[in-house]
């Protein structure tokens, strides 16, 4: 059995759908509240759902779990919780990291890019204290992915117990189906798409940076279906460990994504520009790529889904269709 934390959202619910469609049995820890986030997981056979808080006793009586995958997480690059986000994103993440180590399980688990915060130090997902310690998040969230990925690094150099296999996986800029609950958090391409069903025009942020056009704010988009790829080779070599970026290698700008959505709607481009959130303001990324060398010299060799080609499938395979879910 395999324990996926966050594993009725996005990232986590298409995961467990490849571990289901593998055999593998999968016992979700998730909150599903109010809304239609239990329809993330509609589709496949699971062996139950835990609330976080009753892991605890779940994991005491030593059910035969053969791996944990560690995607839950508060997600939001707006929240101002700190001591929420602590409790859930570095705490908890600890706990399980403890416990994999002293059971002898693999434990995957979801870093993320906000880690490093503006770019202006690179992307190098190079896994030493004194790379982390030169990296600047610009929110709260950030902070706590990589509060985690210090504290394992320090772990590791003190030669503590550890698990057998660990990955720390620093997703970028990911999109797809079932990130239908997200709201403000999903991705441009369901925001966007939103706002077309709605008869408006798909709004982008205008730029406040010289050199910078509208529209040419870039990141590096990546597919889930990329990311959940990655983790099950992760899986099948048991025998890699690290840190790990997860994205598409290259960089795109919101325009191309946005044109590529309306491609894929059979629509001409109805783009409006728009003033930033005062929210958002010295927080916002301008620029991300995923360098992926160092999954690649692992071993992975799988190939990145080209932007217009994963934005087509998702829109014609999930958001036009009557039943949008994975």
Not at 144 to 166: G, M, N, T, V, Y
Not at 191 to 217: C, H, M, N, W
Not at 240 to 256: M, V
Not at 297 to 318: I, K, M
Request: charged share 25%; with cysteine; net charge negative.
């Amino acid at each position: 059995m395999y324990l996926v934390t966050g594993g009725a959202g996005f990232i986590g619910s298409n995961l467990v759908a490849a571990l289901a469609a593998r055999g593998a049995e999968v016992m979700v820890v998730d909150r599903l509240g109010c809304d239609d986030k239990w329809r993330n997981l509609s589709h496949h056979l699971i062996a139950g759902v835990i609330a976080p808080e009753d892991l605890p006793s779940f994991w005491a009586r030593r059910p035969p779990v053969q791996g944990v995958l560690h995607m839950g997480a508060i997600s939001a690059t707006t929240a101002t919780d700190a001591d929420e986000v602590v409790r859930d994103n570095l705490m908890l993440s600890l706990w399980l990291w403890q416990e994999c180590a002293a059971r002898q399980l693999p434990f995957i688990y979801a870093s993320s890019a906000a880690t490093y915060g503006d770019g202006a130090l690179g992307f190098e997902d190079e896994f030493t204290p004194a790379a982390l310690a030169r990296q600047r998040p610009l929110n709260l969230y950030g902070w706590s992915k990589l509060a985690f990925d210090r504290r394992i690094c320090d772990l590791l150099e003190r030669r503590a117990e550890h698990p057998p296999q660990w990955a720390g996986l620093r997703f970028f800029n990911v999109y797809g189906p079932n990130e239908y609950h997200k709201g403000r958090m999903a991705s441009v391409v369901w925001g966007k798409y939103q706002q077309v069903l709605r008869g408006e025009a798909a709004t982008l942020f205008r730029s406040d940076r010289p050199g910078i056009a509208d529209g040419q704010q870039s990141r590096d988009f990546v597919h889930v279906d990329d990311c959940v790829a990655a983790m099950l080779w992760l899986l099948d070599n048991p025998k890699t460990s690290g840190l790990f970026n997860i994205g598409s290698g290259k960089a795109r700008s919101f325009l191309d994504l946005v044109t590529a959505m309306f491609t894929a709607m059979g629509r001409e481009p109805d783009i409006k520009f728009v003033d930033m959130p005062a929210d958002l303001r010295g927080k916002y990324q301008y620029f991300t790529e995923a360098p992926i060398d160092r999954l690649r010299a692992a071993g992975w060799n799988g190939q990145s889904t080209p932007l217009e080609e994963g934005v087509r499938r998702y829109v014609q395979d999930f958001l036009l269709q009557e039943d949008p879910y994975r």
